[in-house]
């Protein structure tokens, strides 16, 4: 399992990310641009030494992502999705994709997705942070495929 961020603005973001990549043993994968320079000390600072432990992969564009993923299925977290999160069936192959914080993602990657699901949350809310999202989806992705860590 693998999760992947499109195009992400945010260094906090990508480090509390990789963070959870780290303790949840899922790999991710970063389609650039980004909006921060690589070498930001926020994506370290957050990460912190967890960075050692989580296998990063960068990507020039979703078309250079694209050609990495396999038959792996692309799985769309999206609020416009109707479909739950917990209604859905992984696999433990899935790349999980969250889009950029500002915008997601546009219409040309989401169409090119197997899948598009949601987070439920309560309608007069409008989105969870990237990091909280991507954390429910792992936990619940990993539970359905019996590989969460011991």
């Known amino acids: 399992?693998?999760?992947?961020?499109?195009?992400?603005?945010?260094?906090?973001?990508?480090?509390?990310?990789l963070r959870l990549g780290a303790c949840m043993g899922v790999a991710v994968d970063l389609i650039e641009p980004m909006g921060f320079a690589w070498d930001d000390k926020r994506v370290r600072r957050t990460a912190m030494d967890y960075i050692d432990h989580?296998?990063?992969?960068?990507?020039?564009?979703?078309?250079?992502?694209m050609r990495t993923a396999g038959s792996?299925?692309?799985?769309?977290?999206?609020?416009?999705?109707?479909?739950?999160?917990?209604?859905?069936?992984?696999?433990?192959?899935?790349?999980?994709?969250?889009?950029?914080?500002?915008?997601?993602?546009p219409l040309s990657v989401a169409d090119a997705c197997h899948a598009r699901v949601r987070v439920p949350m309560r309608p007069e809310v409008r989105s969870l942070n990237v990091a909280t999202s991507?954390?429910?989806?792992?936990?619940?992705?990993l539970r359905q495929t019996t590989a969460l860590p011991r």
Not at 7 to 16: L, W
Not at 54 to 65: C, E, K, L, P, S
Not at 134 to 141: F, P
Request: overall charge negative; charged content about 20%; hydrophobic content about 50%.
């Open 72 to 105: 792996s299925r692309l799985i769309l977290f999206t609020t416009k999705a109707a479909q739950s999160a917990y209604e859905f069936d992984y696999t433990a192959d899935d790349i999980l994709l969250f889009g950029k914080e500002s915008a997601g993602v």
């Open 1 to 17: 399992m693998r999760i992947a961020l499109f195009e992400p603005e945010i260094a906090g973001n990508v480090g509390a990310i």
């Open 54 to 65: 989580v296998t990063i992969a960068r990507h020039t564009g979703f078309d250079a992502f």
């Open 134 to 141: 991507a954390a429910l989806a792992v936990g619940e992705a």
